[in-house]
């Protein structure tokens, strides 16, 4: 396999060569899929955020341009740069063009702190930032140039101000430690030749489900994660007719690809971006846009469900709704069909990879009662018990998984890896599970306190 960044563990090569000739992989990167998305389905809505709405031509130029203008700015491939960005349009075209010109961004939540950023930048050697100047009242720019002058390796502050605000800091564009800001609204340049990039290459990083303070990097590949949002839009049958509200944080991958904002931009849909999980918010947003699909955590449900009658929105256009993150207790899930006419969806699922589904088709009680099976046959789960060894369906174990887009390795994490896999190449997910007998799973907690579908 070619070499991935280094820190991080390939796939062995009769995993690649398997998922290659099954067709798993397809050798296309994100950034050149969002492309041929723009071809295809050009005058569609791809982007919803407030009474801002971009089309998938328009998404493309704006990816094409801005990563030029990183370019332009000094951002080279192979590069790191955190991303802390709330679910703003600006969130989908940062990483793109960051893949786009070969920078790897890691996608970090935007209520992270100094010590978690800091972490980031450190294990990643990032050169770059991106983020809110100020959110909810929190001082982003002060917390990344006190990082940078801590350190030698953030040298690139990008800053985003949302539409309407503008930045307390003025003209700051260089300070002592000889970091560089900038607008990132004026991240613009006309674009210049296309890089040759390869799939098997790290995309992005992800933030890992651990429970230490400092999560560790979860690297995704542009083959693996493509993979992943595929098939997932193919088990919930999305088209581009549908419209996915991502009301959790966007950096989740349960929001990002599960199938997420990259799953329905893969077949044409509308995404609609919410800054809020709030009912109010996020309610009346299905009603105004129509959406069709949405995936949020058990207490956001619940609390969607208890305030529907007080925000009394329309829900009729929904169809499908992915609940994960947390155990679903039983008397949620049966509320969910009859109080908003949609179906419910089950999904465990981890930023290493493991994921795993009740089907469309499931009947009501493994729907109600269950996370389902794994999104791909190539998926392979055992239970184990505190020795390793196989427990028969129905006892509880830990869930092992590796699969085609299940990770072989953290990030720069010798130890940990080789407390967090088996030598065999199975990820030791923390999760207790069960197989019931027809082979769904009950995810029944986390030992570690870790969540899931994050």
Known sequence: MTSMLDGCTPWPEEFVDRYWAVGHWRGNTLDNLLRGWALQYGSRTALVHGDTRITYAALNRRVDRMAAGFRLRGLRPGQRVVV????????????????????????CPVSHRASEVSHLVRVTEATGYVGPSTHRGFDHMAMAADIASRGPFLRRVFTYEAPGTSSPYGGLTTDPSGCHYFPLGSIDAPPGPTLAQSADQVAFFLLSDGPTAAPELVPRTHNDYAYQARAAAELVSLTENDVYLAAQPAEFTFTLGCPGIVGTLSVGGTVVLAETPEPAACLTAIERERVTLTSVAPAVAQRWLDELPTVQADLSSLRLVQIGGAPLHRATAERIGPEWGCRLQQVFGMAEGPLTLTRPADPDETVLTTQGRPLSPDDEIRLVDVDGKDVPDGEPGELLARGPYTLRGYYRAPDHNARSFTPDGYLRTGALARRTPDGNLVVTGRPEGRPTAG
């Open 84 to 107: 802390q960005l709330p679910n703003v349009p600006e969130f989908v075209i940062t990483t793109f063009a960051l893949m786009r010109i070969g920078a790897v961004p890691a996608l």
